[in-house]
Nanobody, 123 residues
């Protein structure tokens, strides 16, 4: 059973930066393994995909965060990061770490979710 735990959220002034971390346990890094990613849900809105990283190292970003956010993973493959720069009020949301047991590619349908961490960038 994969378990995901986010950390690093908080209130960050507009234009500032923050890095989210996701500790991954119960996870065996092997071929044909997982897609990992970050999703977010703003008040009154549906949850949306922010960025994903497939087993082969390919990344994808929502248009709204391209050039500002960077997804990465540590060498031990047990921590996922989201570096968020140039934060805007529209980035205010609960951010979730997710894993998809997809054979390594990303299909936008995670099987495992973290509890979420709040990121707030006030006007």
């Amino acid at each position: 059973q994969v378990q995901l735990q986010e950390s690093g959220g908080g209130s960050v002034q507009s234009g500032g930066s923050v890095r989210l971390s996701c500790a991954i346990s119960g996870y065996t890094y092997s071929r044909n393994s997982y897609c990992l990613g970050w999703f977010r849900q703003a008040p009154g809105k549906d949850r949306e995909e922010v960025s994903v990283l497939d087993f082969y190292g390919s990344t994808s970003y929502a248009d709204s965060v391209k050039g500002r956010f960077t997804i990465s993973q540590n060498n031990a493959k047990n921590t996922l990061y989201l570096q968020m720069n140039e934060l805007q009020p529209e980035d205010t949301a609960i951010y979730y770490c997710a894993a998809e047991a997809s054979g390594g590619y990303c299909y936008g349908d995670p099987d495992y979710w973290g509890q979420g961490t709040q990121v707030t960038s006030p006007h």
